[in-house]
């Protein structure tokens, strides 16, 4: 799909690799993403009955366009079949990539569901503001980027386990410095992680869980140099490998993309209505 976006796409995948050392494995690799939200209404069968988008003026054609393609194609698994229809909350992540020197294509890369009629008590949150601190040899050389962790807290509200699933870097440079920069932020990261705490559900249909697999983004940036995260904007990155989680018992519970989770938001793994294998390719 070659959208109407294509001449901004272009200019921003290739502008800001120009100073790294492998700059054309660079621009091969990089993206430009958009995260997007609603609310999708599914069916008891598992179909979609129907589906909105927050802001749609905020979107252009090429975007809404794919996601109704997108969209069209979901079937959902409930753990237990629900009595009527069902609502979830929708985070979506569009991302756009060169094809060749004229075009970029746009695709869905990942969805993140939430309960969108959850009551008070029945959501895993923070207690207090997390705190991370930046780490010096990352700032020293310029990098940021946003780490998305997952972490394991228990019914204490601490965190027991925290690790890496992905680091997306907004400094593009030479791929061993890349490596470099994601390794020192992540370390922060999962080092600042094993000090919050967690207030955790009381009620509702997660509340007796033994602890509580969560996704969050842990944003780095020099001050000014993040973009805003602005709706229906497109911002420019490299996204770095997925990694695996050695203590994670139950791998299924995160095959979907970690960087579907919005800035300061946290996503609880485990209860949702997954995406059938069928229709959750894009």
């Known amino acids: 799909?070659?959208?109407?976006?294509?001449a901004f796409l272009l200019l921003s995948l290739?502008?800001?690799a120009s100073e790294a050392t492998d700059s054309y494995f660079v621009n091969q690799r990089k993206e430009a993403s958009m995260l997007i939200s609603g609310?999708?209404?599914i069916n008891a069968d598992g179909s979609v009955r129907d589906y909105t988008l927050d802001h749609p003026e905020k979107l252009t054609a090429p975007v809404t366009n794919v996601v109704q393609q997108t969209v069209q194609r979901?079937?959902?698994?409930?753990?237990?079949?629900?009595?009527?229809i069902t609502s979830e909350k929708i985070s979506m992540r569009l991302v756009a990539r060169m094809v060749d020197d004229q075009h970029a294509s746009i695709r869905v890369a990942g969805t993140a569901f939430d309960d969108a009629q959850g009551a008070d008590g029945e959501d895993i949150r923070y207690k207090n503001p997390p705190h991370v601190d930046y780490p010096r040899e990352a700032l020293s050389e310029?990098?940021?980027?946003?780490?998305?962790?997952?972490?394991?807290?228990?019914?204490?509200g601490l965190v027991q386990e925290a690790s890496e699933e992905q680091t997306n870097l907004g400094t593009f440079s030479a791929s061993a410095d890349m490596t470099r920069y994601r390794q020192h932020l992540a370390k922060a990261a999962i080092k600042a992680a094993h000090?919050?705490?967690?207030?955790?559900?009381?009620?509702?249909k997660s509340a007796d869980q033994p602890y509580w697999l969560v996704r969050i983004p842990v944003n780095f940036a020099p001050a000014g140099q993040m973009p805003a995260d602005e709706y229906g904007q497109w911002k420019t990155y490299v996204p770095g490998p997925r990694q695996s989680?050695?203590?994670l018992q139950e791998p299924q519970l995160a095959h979907d993309s970690p960087d579907t989770v919005p800035d300061g938001a946290l996503h609880a793994l485990g209860n949702q209505p997954r995406l059938s294998p069928e229709s959750s390719g894009s």
């Open 142 to 156: 310029g990098a940021w980027g946003t780490v998305y962790l997952l972490v394991r807290v228990g019914k204490d």
């Open 1 to 6: 799909m070659f959208p109407k976006v294509t």
């Open 39 to 41: 609310v999708v209404n």
């Open 74 to 84: 979901w079937k959902f698994q409930f753990a237990t079949t629900p009595p009527g």
């Open 195 to 204: 000090q919050w705490m967690f207030i955790v559900p009381t009620r509702g």
């Open 14 to 16: 290739l502008a800001t």
């Open 245 to 247: 989680i050695p203590w």
